[in-house]
């Protein structure tokens, strides 16, 4: 790349404006329980379709509907859950509205050669997507034992309380429910800020209580590194361990509240649609935008 179309890049691609036509940020308090017809048949059919998988872009069916429809509702092709494809049908909105190009899918997202996506697992649906692309980093937290940009098992190592990339370098992060298991969150979100490009996005999902002010802390790490528990522990299921990851807090509107105190731009879209397949209670996509200087 040239440096005349990186100085357009920088200019044209990491603006904070628009937000694509399809998203209407959301900020409506408490959240109204939204279910369709569409849902209640899904429900009961215990499977859905013909639908559009945003994630792996085919045409698909809706299958192994649970009680937890967040978590279930797996695409009958690729098996992501309805909130791996709310993440995606934003990323690709937005994507799509920086870039001027029609995204219907991760698949298309990887086709940018010149959007640098970094994202905080490496492995699940998602990064199942992503992997081929040109600039894509993603990496999974091994514990403490190691440094941020070691390689462990094959797999890059970062704490996003201390992350080893670059400042500026990256145009989009995501994650999909992480946030929650990092003893010191809003430290992670300031290492986004630094990482990301003025006007880069960090799109993700977080377990979030929207009828309340402020985060539901159930555990953190004292001045000794001791893991101080305030209230019965969580855990939830993870790829690298076995026993489950810790949840160290729920988020509530504290967290809109503090991510713009960050130098963040926050949007929080609703979004639940039959024709992908995403079905739900509170179907919460947070878009964090990075304005031009710290506040
Ligand atoms: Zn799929």
Redesign the pocket.
Known sequence: MGSGEQASNNVDLHRVSPIPSELVPFARFPLPRQSSWAEGIARRLKWWGPVW?P??G?V?LIVDIGSNLRESCK?I??R?TSRQRQLAFVVCSVVGSITSTRLRSLKDVAALDDYAIYNTEASRQIHKQLVGMKNYVCSEYFGEEYVSGEIVKGIMHQDLMHLSLEDESIDLVISSDVFEHIPDPYRAHREVFRVLRTGGRHIFTVPFLPGNMLDDVRSFIDLKGECIFVKEPIYHDDPIRKEGTLVHRIFALEMLVNLAKIGFVVRMYHISKASLGIFGPYGLVFEAVKRGSLL
């Open positions: 998988c994630v792996c085919r698909s695409c092709r690729c992501s």
